[in-house]
């Protein structure tokens, strides 16, 4: 994810096209925005996670550390099933909501003669 955003910071998108109104540029701002959120918080949430257990963190054979903080309330299982619920059913619900309303964005203006599928592919230009 640090990767990710490094390049998004290195590399800006293209502008967006001019006709578009004030509300589809926060719209599309936002959806953005979210994702980057949604990216940073997801793999976060599911690290407490399983820092809460006392078994180690293995991925692919190598050790993770447990999430720093965490180790004073492994025993919570109030703290687990607040992590779980937010983890596994609010951010999944967020993701899935926030894609459709961008897919569905793009897809609108692609058919309303602003072609927006080009920005998606590396390489590419308008046009």
Known sequence: MAARIAVRLAVRPPPLFAELAVGER??????NSLFYLLLLSLPLTGWALVSLESDPIAWRGIA???????????????????LK???????????????????????????????????????????
């Not at 926060?26 to 959806?31: P, V």
């Not at 903080?69 to 109030?78: E, I, N, V, Y």
């Not at 937010?86 to 692609?110: C, D, E, P, R, S």
């Open 64 to 82: 993770w550390p447990h999430l720093p903080g965490l180790g004073f309330m492994a025993h919570s299982r109030s703290l687990r099933h607040d």
């Open 26 to 31: 926060f719209l599309a701002g936002l959806t």
């Open 85 to 127: 619920s937010i983890h596994v059913y609010w951010l999944i619900w967020f993701v899935l909501i926030n894609l459709t309303l961008h897919v569905a964005g793009v897809l609108k203006h692609q058919f309303d003669g602003h072609p927006l599928i080009w920005r998606m592919c590396p390489g590419r230009r308008a046009g």
